[in-house]
Every structure is written in C-alpha cells, then in structure tokens.
C-alpha cells in the first residue's frame, strides 16, 4: 500500500513530465479521440503512403502525451490499491492495465520516440528532430496561402510550388527520422493510449476523484501542472489529419510539376493547417483565414 505522501510525489512527477503548457480552458468529453488504424510499409527515399499514415498517427500520440493521458494513468495504476475505488470493474480495468504495462513502451522510451520523430517532449534536447516543427508550420502556412489564394480562381502558380517545396521538404525530413522501432512502436502506443482514455472515461474512477469527465479528472489530478488541454488534442488531431491527407497527396506530388494544385479554395486540408497553427501561436494574417465550407 502506498502512502497519500508517495502517491502525491508520483503525480508530481508525472505532472512535470507533461510539457509545461500554460493551464486553459478543458474540453468536454464529447471530443472523444478517434484512434487512427495502423498499416505498415515503406519504399524509397520518402516514406509510403502507409508507412506515412503510421507517423501521423504517432503524431496524434505525442501531442496527447504533452497532455498526460498515459502519463497520468501508470501513476494511478501503480497507486491502485491506495485509490478509494469502489468498482469492480474499475479494479479490473486497472489490473488489465498493469499486466499489459510489460509489453507496452515505458515513458522514456515513448520520449525518446516522439523526440526523435517530432521534436517532443522531454527527451527533444538530446538527438530530437529539431526541424520538424519549422519545417511543419512553413508547410501549414503554404497550405493555408494557397487556399486563399484559389479564393479568387486557382492558386497562383507560386502558391502551388510553394506547397510543393514545402511537402517535399517535409516528406524528407519525416523519412530521414523513421527508422529504427517507429513502425513496431506504433501499434503498442496505440493499444496503451486507448486503454488509458478507457480507464480516465471510466465513471468508477471519476467518481473516485470526485469529477465528471475525462479532462475534468486530468485537471484534478495534475492541479496547477495542468496543459492546456484543448491546445494539445486540437493540434494532435489536426496535425494527424494533416499527414494523413499528405499520405493521400503523394501520387500528385510524384509529378514534376505536380499535374493539378494541390489545394482548392475549400480544401478541408487548409482548414486543419490554419487550426494547428492557431494552436501552436502562430496565427496566419487576417487575410489568410480560410473559411470553412
């Protein structure tokens, strides 16, 4: 049995290795994570289009670790019987999790994996992917201008290139980094993501806390530790779609140039671009809002 003491000091440390985003506003527990599948496969010097829809995925996952959701659950599971539970099936949730921890990524291997792919977490200062972050918002910027360019007809033909330049640029940097355990990693994150957000979604373990809702029982908690929430899974989902529709773009961008535009007026793709780049702070002009149909 572990003390409400040692309990607290594990919290402690599981909220300072969320990134120290400044607390914000949670949202409700109807923005529920929709789990991309996994698929595997790889070619050439940029990643295929399944090999790519894997990192988007693990994309979507880095963002949510920033926000703790595993983090937090190895600490309460570890702290499981201490926990005032009262469910059995609360319990039985939490002894699943605690079996299957063996064959999951520890914290400091998930780290150095998003580190090393994303720039990420704690473990970005030493051999992190320092230029995925630039190299990702100079894409969603490209994005975004050619999408209020075609406003008034087709992208100009700088705004296409543009686009282009960038994607290529990201495709590069993205296929230079995933190597190694990227594609076996993927399917063991995935698995221990939704099984930590089945148990914060668990109203034995809310009602434990004393909380209704899943980021409403982060928030208690992680207390003055506490990321913006929103800001995280906004960019983690947006980020993921993101990469997903590059994925579905590759075939055109084989062409040289690419045999049509890439982006439209109302390509969902801009309105994704604009909002991770809302949420990262870095916010296009007026001008370059794009509408959503």
């Known amino acids: 049995m ?3 003491i040692q309990f607290g000091e ?10 120290a985003y400044p607390p914000g506003t949670t949202p409700p527990d109807s923005l529920r994570l929709q789990l991309p599948p996994i698929g ?4 050439g010097q940029f990643p295929s289009a399944r090999v790519l829809r894997v990192i988007a995925a693990l994309y979507l996952y880095a963002e949510h ?3 703790g959701l595993i983090p937090v659950v190895e600490v309460l599971v570890a702290s499981r019987d201490s926990l005032p539970v009262q469910s059995e099936v609360t319990a039985g949730k939490m002894e699943a999790f605690y079996q299957r921890e063996r064959q999951w990524y520890d914290r400091s291997q998930r780290n150095a994996l998003f580190a090393r792919l994303f720039g990420l977490g704690p473990g ?5 992917n320092h230029d995925f972050q630039r190299i990702f918002a100079t894409f969603c910027l490209a994005v975004v201008a050619a999408a209020q360019s075609a406003q008034f007809g087709s992208p100009g033909t700088f705004e296409s290139a543009r686009v282009s330049e960038t994607a290529l640029e990201l495709l590069a940097n993205v296929g230079a980094h995933q190597y ?3 594609l076996t990693a993927a399917p063991m994150i995935h698995d221990q993501l939704a099984a930590a957000v089945d148990l914060l979604l668990d109203r034995g373990l809310q009602t434990a ?3 209704q809702g899943m980021w409403n029982l982060l928030q208690k908690i992680l207390g003055d530790q506490s990321p913006d929430f929103g800001r995280l899974s906004h960019r983690g989902q947006s980020g993921q779609r993101i990469l997903d529709w590059l994925a579905s773009a590759l075939p055109q961008l084989s062409g040289n140039p690419p045999r049509t535009p890439l982006i439209g007026a109302q390509a969902p793709v801009a309105v994704w671009a604009s909002g991770w780049l809302e949420a990262t702070g870095i916010m296009p002009s007026a001008s370059a809002q794009v509408p959503i149909a």
């Open 180 to 182: 190694g355990n990227t």
């Open 40 to 43: 595997i496969g790889s070619n």
């Open 65 to 67: 670790e920033q926000a």
């Open 209 to 211: 806390f004393e909380v």
């Open 10 to 19: 594990s919290l402690g440390q599981a909220a300072m290795a969320v990134r």
């Open 2 to 4: 572990r003390s409400a």
């Open 124 to 128: 970005s200062d030493q051999g992190g």
